[in-house]
């Protein structure tokens, strides 16, 4: 099993920043993958960016220079700094990660989510 815990949201005006951290912990063989997913009312669950163990990033179109995904192995935690924050980007996000398994298809696992709002 692995627990996925993630902090860093809040109220922050439009133009503005926030870093998000998701923390991995128990057993965390196998995993490759690990991104933020994020979910506005109404509306389905979307991929904002991702990050493979070999470091290969991708982020959806919306994100891109304005979004970074990172790394910090010996804090075990993922990172996604939003920057340049629009109203559209209010959702709840949620850390997610991958394991291939021996059938072709992944097993996920996801954390809580962490409430960001973009609003004056």
């Known amino acids: 099993q692995v627990q996925l815990v993630e902090s860093g949201g809040g109220l922050v005006q439009p133009g503005g920043s926030l870093r998000l951290s998701c923390v991995a912990s128990?057993?965390?063989?196998?995993?490759?993958?690990m991104g933020w997913y994020r979910q506005a009312p109404g509306k389905q669950r979307e991929l904002v960016a991702a990050?493979?163990?070999?470091?290969?990033?991708n982020y959806t179109d919306s994100a891109k220079g304005r979004f970074a995904i990172s790394r910090d192995d010996a804090k075990n935690t993922v990172y996604l700094q939003m920057n340049s924050l629009k109203p559209e980007d209010t959702a709840v996000y949620y850390c997610n990660a991958k394991r291939p398994t021996v059938w072709g298809t992944f097993y996920e696992y996801w954390g809580q989510g962490t409430q960001v709002t973009v609003s004056s």
């Open positions: 990050i493979t163990s070999g470091g290969t990033t």
């Open positions: 128990g057993s965390r063989f196998g995993i490759n993958h």
